[in-house]
């Protein structure tokens, strides 16, 4: 889908850059036609190349000099004829056609794309130009045409048609050769990106096979891990390729030589390619943590450390986010004591992750609590409820499984590859707490975690 829509943007960008040249042509035109219309025309000397326009009216039209030199008078009609003639006479440049679905000139006769404008100009007051790409020849062009409309010096020739002032002449059309941007590049960009996904894809393998073996006791078991493993693939190579093809497209508007970016479009592409980059960073950090609680080399570091310190750290990290949402976020703190033994680092990250998903799973307006309250003497217990979609019980006891979702296509589009809440749980565990959670479907969930209060 993202090749599609690179190669949709690149067109987009081709068909600006085509138009506006042509806008250009049209406009030199336009003003060397109002140039000549400001000095009632010019005399120029009559030669082979340069004979009177026989379709002006005017008295004065054919005039001899004190020296005997014979002039004729051309006006803007008859000026940008003179420029389409130079135009035609060079085969691969642009060429310029002054045109009319009444032509008096039979050379003005439209041609077929240019009749087809010009009746659309007529049926739609509002349609002032008309482009488009077309070969010919085996020649990329780029036409283009807008209206001529009559003012009141036009009428001299032209009131024998019918014509009034404000009704569409005709118009000048350009036609000039454009070859659109190479795609190649983004071929291979995509195909880079492709590499990347099998190779994400080998090593997802890899690692899920290799966690496997405990799990072949039965063979539903055996398939459910087959599904798990295909579904955390799928989420994965999403995932991943999602912020890289983010983090490419960016990076290729902002090298481009043709890109007219003002500065703030240029910070928000920035922007998109810092929040992109933290993404990734944060799913490959969840991979590593993963790999490491099962080969047993993560680090936990357990000490005295203040719960409301952490909570009230984590808000401010996401009150943009609940703004913008919407969200009603309340606190609610039982306990004399907020102290517990427990590793910061990885407190905060637990807690964020729990608060990251009642954000995601909480519609727009809905409530969020926290809540802390002493359980026996020996724990603290955390709670975070939210007012979200909640979570049916036959799926309850599977959501802390690594790699499983409980809506593969809602939980891909909000974010995730299924490892957050495994990851979690062993967190929680490896400092001497417990996690679970109490939900109803529509309803909402309650994901709670114990800490110890005390280092053994």
Known sequence: MSLFWNIYTSNSEDFNLAIHTAQTHFQQIVNMRAWSERHHGVYVPITKSMQPNSYLV???????????????????????????????????????HLTSLKPIRPKNKPLEWEKKALELF??????????????????????????LFVKTRCLKCHVNQGYKVGDIRGGISVTLPFSKANKLPLWI?????????????????????????????????????????????????????????????????????DCRCSEDEKSSYLLQIKHSSYHLLKLINELLDISKIETGSIAIRCQIIDLEKIISEALEMMKTQFIKKGLSITTTLNSTSLQVCADEKRVTQVFLNLLSNAYKFTPAGGKINIQVMAQGNLYLKILISDTGIGINEDQQDKIFEKFHQVNLKRDEALGGIGIGLALTKKIVTLQGGDIGVDSKLKKGSTFWFTLPITCK
């Open 58 to 96: 005017d008295p004065l039209r054919d005039v001899t000099t004190t020296n005997g030199t014979k002039l004729t008078k051309i006006d803007s009609a008859y000026m940008t004829r003179q420029v389409a003639e130079i135009t035609d006479a060079n085969s691969e440049g642009v060429k310029i």
């Open 122 to 147: 007529e049926q739609n007051s509002r349609m002032l130009e008309f482009g488009e790409f077309h070969k010919e020849s085996q020649k990329d062009l780029f036409r283009y045409i807008a209206p």
């Open 189 to 257: 960009g995509h195909g880079i990106i492709f590499i990347i996904g099998i190779i994400i894809l080998w090593i997802a393998g890899t690692f899920i096979k290799s966690n496997s073996n405990r799990l072949k006791s039965t063979v539903n078991t055996l398939k459910e891990v087959q599904t798990q493993k295909n579904n955390f693939i799928v989420s994965l190579n999403h995932e991943l390729r999602t912020p890289l093809t983010s983090i490419m497209g960016f990076t290729e508007l902002l090298e481009s030589v």
